[in-house]
């Protein structure tokens, strides 16, 4: 049996079990998913609260230096907040993980949160001090709980890494050789490698075009992504 599909870094209580060994469809599948609901959720919480990002932590870093340096302070403890919360999302999910037999249990709760967030959202006035912090916390959760994809490590809340895996991947298996250039030490990456990181780069983009759509016709399109992530739980535990 195959490591296939492994919980993001540390030790879990459930990795001594061996898991059975997925196609790459059914990885594809998955990866298409979690960025799905990840892209949904990211274009909705940042429309709700006027330009910050719950999952971007990259970015929400920066804006929270700007906010300091400019003495926004409104502005620095909303972004502030959320990338505490995000951080904490992690570490919940990181024991999880290390603590209890079954390793999803992460994504449930961030299934849970999101539908409660669905219905806060509805109050205007809650969505900077409440739906921020709570889909940050949730955004850390998923990405914690799943980081690698078949032995591919990939995250699925975030895309410039995932660019920079795809750009390497497909140098290593494509050009390089397209030009002539392989060398006898070279290993040639493995397709998924290739197509993974691909995959959830357009599913990125793909989906935050389906959630700014869903969100001028809809007020509760976070429902969307609690119903993928339950199938997505359902799927992932069959391998189990």
């Known amino acids: 049996m195959t490591d296939v599909l492994t919980q993001g870094g540390g030790v879990s209580a459930a990795s001594a079990r061996p898991e059975k060994e997925v196609s790459l469809a059914v990885l594809l599948r998955r ?54 919360l995000f951080f904490l999302g992690c570490i ?17 709760i961030m299934a849970a949160i999101l539908a409660v967030v669905s219905f806060i959202r509805l109050v205007p006035d809650l969505r900077l001090s409440v739906e921020l912090p709570l889909i940050a916390l949730a955004l850390g959760i998923q990405g914690e709980t799943l980081a690698k994809f078949g032995g591919v490590s990939l995250q699925t809340i975030v895309v410039t890494n995932n660019i920079v895996k795809f750009s390497e991947a497909f140098t290593g298996r494509y050009l390089l050789k397209w030009f002539g250039l392989v060398r006898p030490t070279d290993k040639r990456p493995a397709l ?23 969100g001028q016709v809809s007020s509760l399109g976070l429902l969307l992504p609690v119903v993928v992530l339950v199938l997505t739980v359902i799927d992932l535990h ?3």
């Open 31 to 84: 990866v298409i998913c979690l960025t799905f609901v990840v892209s949904v959720v990211e274009v909705t919480t940042y429309v709700d609260v006027g330009g910050i990002y719950p999952g971007i932590m990259t970015g929400n870093t920066v804006q929270l230096g700007r906010a300091v340096a400019l003495h926004h302070w409104a502005n620095a403890g909303s972004i502030g907040t959320a990338i505490g």
């Open 92 to 108: 919940g999910a990181s024991l999880i993980k290390r603590f209890l037999s079954w390793p999803y249990w992460g994504l449930l």
């Open 192 to 214: 998924k490698e290739v197509a993974l990181p691909a995959c959830s780069w357009v599913t990125y983009v793909l989906s935050a075009m389906v959630g700014a759509t869903i």
């Open 238 to 240: 069959r391998d189990l």
